[in-house]
Structures are given as C-alpha cells and as structure tokens.
C-alpha cells in the first residue's frame, strides 16, 4: 500500500478495490495535520496536488465525509 509522507495521522482505514487494499484517508484530518507546519491555505493547495497524483491502481483513497444537513 502506498503511504503519504507525513500524513499518517490522518488514515482511517483500509479500502478494497480490484482485490487490492489502499489506505484511506480524511481529507480534513490531512489539512488538519498539515496545519502544523503550514497555513490553512497553503495545507489545501498541497492536498489539491495529492489529490491529483496517480500512483497506479493503489492510489491511496481520500474521503470527505458527508454530511446531511
């Protein structure tokens, strides 16, 4: 599975595509830990970046939780 350098407090699980695990991780736990070395801004410019990368079929996952309401 491949990590983000840095983020590993912001996996929160496991998820399965094509019979291959990746790690998942939170978005907003992601800008969260990388606000302590940057500001709110530029922490979701590096993210919009990552988000943007493919590393092959285990790609991490990232997630933004919904919300209804």
Do not use: H
């Not at 496991?14 to 830990?33: E, F, I, T, W």
């Not at 302590?36 to 922490?43: C, G, L, Y």
């Not at 979701?44 to 919300?67: A, C, H």
């Amino acid at each position: 599975m491949i990590k983000v350098a840095g983020l590993d407090g912001a996996i929160v699980g496991v998820g399965r595509k094509n019979n291959l695990d990746s790690l998942v991780y939170d978005y907003n736990k992601c800008v969260s830990v990388l606000m302590e070395r940057m500001t709110r801004e530029e922490a979701i410019e590096y993210m919009e970046k990552v988000l943007n990368v493919w590393q092959g079929i285990d790609t991490p996952i990232f997630i933004m939780r919904y919300s209804d309401g």
